[in-house]
T-cell receptor, first 118, second 113 residues
């Protein structure tokens, strides 16, 4: 079974530039998560999708971050404009989902995109 | 505020030593609890999880964790570590609907051969 795919793996940009990350979850997984992991910290949930609907984006800095999952499959996360403090690894994860039993689902993580903002 | 606290950021053990990694959480209501592991060069992956029933749960590679509700704790244990257990370990909590997942800061374990 193919895992969660993410691209690019690495990105270096200057502050105030924009950047986009792509994620393709495991086939059939309804729930998709984007996390930000700053060096030395655990992953922080930015946004959670159930199919193509947002179920939690309470920690997404909406003035600069946006995410979409238009067809309920792959997803993009965008930062515009980037700040120095956005330097982090951006992780995508997916789970089988389904709101009835979603709480016990295992999240499967992709390799992440390492963003450096100069 | 909801939070997950992992007591040790770095742990160094010799092979065959016993391991216990602490995890405490502050979270309103009933929770689901997870331990994830990231081996060098690999993705984060699930080690074990608890959502109900027996508070002592067993995971892969000989790991186990005990949920103590009164202490808001979910400590990870392994009786005898191996060099291949060198990794970073993350405790995570979510509500029973699978929302609001919060991760701890992680514990880096180095096992000396």
């Amino acid at each position: 079974e193919a895992g969660v795919a993410q691209s690019p793996r690495y990105k270096i940009i200057e502050k105030r530039q924009s950047v986009a990350f792509w994620c393709n979850p495991i086939s059939g997984h309804a729930t998709l998560y984007w996390y930000q992991q700053i060096l030395g910290q655990g992953p922080k949930l930015l946004i959670q999708f159930q199919n193509n609907g947002v179920v939690d984006d309470s920690q997404l800095p909406k003035d600069r971050f946006s995410a979409e999952r238009l067809k309920g499959v792959d997803s993009t996360l965008k930062i515009q404009p980037a700040k120095l403090e956005d330097s982090a690894v951006y992780l995508c994860a997916s789970s089988l989902g389904g709101l009835a039993g979603g709480g016990t689902d295992t999240q499967y993580f992709g390799p992440g995109t390492r963003l450096t903002v100069l | 505020a909801q939070s997950v606290s992992q007591h040790n950021h770095h742990v160094i053990l010799s092979e065959a030593a016993s391991l216990e990694l602490g995890c405490n959480y502050s979270y309103g209501g009933t929770v689901n609890l997870f331990w994830y592991v990231q081996y060098p060069g690999q993705h984060l992956q699930l080690l074990l999880k608890y959502f109900s029933g027996d508070p002592l749960v067993k995971g892969i590679k000989g790991f186990e964790a005990e949920f103590i509700k009164s202490k808001f704790s979910f400590n990870l244990r392994k009786p005898s570590v191996q060099w291949s257990d060198t990794a970073e370990y993350f405790c995570a909590v979510s509500d029973t609907g699978g929302f609001k997942t919060i991760f701890g800061a992680g514990t880096r374990l180095f096992v000396k051969a």
